[in-house]
């Protein structure tokens, strides 16, 4: 007969699993920077990493092809558009592409404006020189007498006309301008009217200039698609569209270089959305009629398309690109490059020790803040890494960084301090905190007075304390749930309460099904399972979603089958999959620190801990205060591979491996298992399968 195993045995086979203090945070030591102030450094703009963003995005602005638009993804603070911005001042575009862009009146049909497009430079000097012809002709007129005001007019076409018509000869659509003006201006009278007969420059450019560069504050539809207004005629003036009422648009203005556009922007207008796409495919654009409120229309009577010569660039995040290539088979045909910003570098000696540091000092002299002390910068590093969520990585998200010196240097201000210290720099954070954890205070309230029910003291058969994670969309939080199991005879398989009362997402669901995979390789491999179960998330009533709480429902359904208490002094998260394995989760630091939080709120015994996934070992970034009670063993970090791992922790009895008879050996939990999984067998067939 075995002996039994000792409770100090059994606390000696689970030390194992336990983390080293060494690998709860990754520090940056001050004492290795090598600088005392960032008032030292030669301060950078320049961009970590992003060496494939930067390649896609210089194939993008180079390449003229059709279609070659670029779409911009990442979140805000990784530098898109400062790299476009660095990028674009460098863009050259040849001397072709920088055209003026002018509309003349058709005498013969004024609803018509006709475009000519001239050589740089050309547009601004016809247009100077179309209105001196007509302050003659206007000052000529308004001293005529009627009946010598036709004389008058023509006299001064005629000493003017001829020079105009040579200086321009090399263009046909100017020389045929000034004869038809000729004509109608002497058939009119003198009733002239500058916006009827004169011309509307719409683009003017230098020669040799660079690519022209455009972001519209805010978006309209005339605004990035010009407009034109008619007027209706009378008898002394003809209806249509005069030069005078056209306008250009972003798309116009940009003409031979970049348009860059917010992709949100579009989104909130779908019209604008189907315009700009129809114009990036045609390569032209009609001018939005101000009157009809309309891009495209059938009727000719409008001024002529404009021939686009544009690249337009969006920035966005990835769900606005994901539904624009999933909802318009068109969009992957005009946005063909796709520029991916990281969030994140890879940690390495010259990023911590000079690069990263750099840059802090840049924004601290853009922004004209007081310079960080080395152990500034150290703080301010150690908060990028749990950022990036790896020790193994910083994040680049340099616009939350700035926020950090921002409020640190105010509260250096407050200490009148000549530089912001590690001190000021652990007060924005926690301040920041403070401003954004309510909800957080609420509920740990909730459980401090019973509300929650959450047990940290004692074992229970059926019922673990998970970790659930809170995502406020701009701060995130844990707290523990608790989680129960019941399991009966039957054949309903695996119930999902949260499912059936409509608050589980589907990978909720996933992981819920994995379960049954799990007990049907574990123990119907010699007899169908016969079992019902229900796992909840007890008192919880807003949707359930992600698979991180599976490992911790298969250790309730374990504990229910075997009968064996689980402890409550430990929480567990970490996904499962079918073969028992322990799968990696997100938001690992939070979860552990809410559990801690509860804790140490309900009179702490030293013996509470978490269980995680070992893989997510990596992750951790622990706040001092938790690492500092891992380190005084007040507080225990467990890490597993696998399901046996994990129950054996939580119950304090091995799980037990099959031996050569088929069977887990006497005591264990998988013995227990076994054994009840046989006694529903047995019942059910005595007694006929109830129905599920």
Not at 116 to 139: C, E, H, M
Not at 217 to 224: F, N, Q, V
Not at 523 to 536: D, E, G, N
């Amino acid at each position: 007969m075995k002996k039994p195993v000792s409770k100090r045995a059994r606390r000696a086979s689970v030390s194992r699993y336990t983390v080293p203090v060494g690998e709860l945070r990754w520090r940056c030591d001050p004492g290795e920077l090598p600088f005392r102030t960032t008032a030292e450094l030669r301060p950078s703009d320049r961009i970590l990493g992003q060496a494939k963003a930067l390649r896609a995005l210089s194939l993008g602005l180079e390449l003229q092809s059709p279609g070659y638009n670029i779409f911009i993804c990442g979140s805000p603070g990784t530098g898109r558009k400062t790299t476009l911005r660095h990028l674009l001042d460098r863009q050259k575009t040849e001397p072709s592409r920088l055209a003026d862009l002018v509309y003349v009146p058709r005498f013969d049909g004024p609803e018509r404006p006709r475009l000519v497009r001239l050589p740089a430079g050309v547009g601004k000097t016809l247009l100077r020189d179309v209105n001196r012809l007509f302050a003659r002709i206007y000052r000529v007129r308004d001293r005529s007498q009627d009946a010598y005001r036709k004389a008058a007019i023509g006299k001064v076409l005629e000493e003017t006309l001829p020079s105009l018509t040579s200086r321009y000869a090399r263009h046909d659509d100017i020389v045929r301008y000034f004869r038809s003006l000729e004509r109608t201006v002497l058939q009119r009278e003198g009733d002239v009217y500058e916006d009827d007969f004169g011309v509307q420059l719409l683009v003017s450019r230098r020669p040799n200039q660079r690519a022209p560069v455009l972001w519209p504050a805010h978006l309209t539809l005339s605004g990035l698609f010009g407009s034109f207004e008619r007027h209706r005629g009378d008898d002394k003036r003809p209806g249509g569209v005069p030069v005078g009422g056209i306008r250009a648009g972003a798309l116009v203005e940009a003409s031979g270089g970049f348009l860059v556009i917010h992709a949100s922007e579009l989104a909130d207008m779908p019209q604008a959305w189907n315009a700009l796409k129809s114009c990036l495919i045609s390569r032209r654009l009609d001018l939005y009629d101000s009157e009809s409120h309309s891009l495209f229309s059938a009727s000719t009577n409008r001024p002529d398309p404009i021939p686009l010569d544009v690249k337009v660039i969006l920035i966005g995040d990835y769900q606005i690109y994901d539904n624009l290539l999933e909802g318009d088979s068109e969009f992957a045909r005009v946005f063909k490059v796709r520029v991916d910003f990281d969030v994140e570098v890879p940690i390495s000696k010259k990023v911590v020790h000079t690069q990263y540091p750099r840059v802090l000092a840049q924004i601290c002299r853009r922004e004209k803040l007081r310079p960080l002390t080395a152990k500034a910068v150290a703080r301010v590093i150690e908060f990028a890494v749990r950022q990036a969520g790896r020790k193994s990585k910083i994040s680049i998200e340099f616009s939350t960084v700035a926020d950090v010196l921002r409020e640190a240097n105010f509260w250096a201000a407050r200490r009148r301090r000549r530089t912001i210290t590690e001190h000021e720099i652990q007060q924005a954070l926690r301040e920041s905190i403070d401003r954004l954890n309510l909800l957080e205070t609420k509920i740990s309230e909730m459980i401090a007075e019973g509300v929650l029910l959450i047990d940290t003291r004692g074992s229970r058969v059926g019922q673990v304390n998970g970790l659930a994670v809170y995502d406020q969309g701009d701060y995130q939080f844990g707290k523990p749930s608790r989680i129960t199991a019941e399991t009966a005879m039957g054949r309903g398989g695996i119930i999902n309460i949260e499912r059936e009362s409509g608050l589980s997402g589907r990978s909720h669901d996933k992981g819920v099904q994995i379960l049954g995979g799990f007990l049907r390789a574990r123990f119907a491999q010699a007899r169908p399972l016969s079992l019902t179960a229900s796992v909840c998330f007890e008192q919880s009533y807003t949707g359930i979603d992600g698979d991180s709480a599976s490992s911790t429902e298969i250790f309730a359904i374990l504990s229910s089958l075997s009968g064996l208490p689980i402890r409550q002094d430990i929480a567990v998260t970490g996904s499962v999959n079918q073969k028992g394995d322990i799968q990696p989760i997100g938001a690992v630091n939070e979860k552990i620190e809410g559990f801690y939080d509860c804790v140490m709120a309900n009179r702490p015994t030293g013996r509470e801990g978490v269980i995680i996934p070992r893989r997510n070992v990596a992750d951790l970034m622990l706040r001092e205060d938790v690492v500092r009670a891992v380190r005084r063993k007040r507080f225990t970090i467990y890490a597993i591979d696998t399901v046996e791992e994990g129950i054996e922790i939580l119950t304090g009895v091995p799980a037990g491996a099959l031996d050569r008879t088929g069977r887990y050996g006497t005591g264990t939990v998988f013995s227990r298992v076994d054994e009840r999984l046989d006694e529903i067998a047995r019942a059910m067939k005595e007694f006929g399968a109830p129905k599920s």
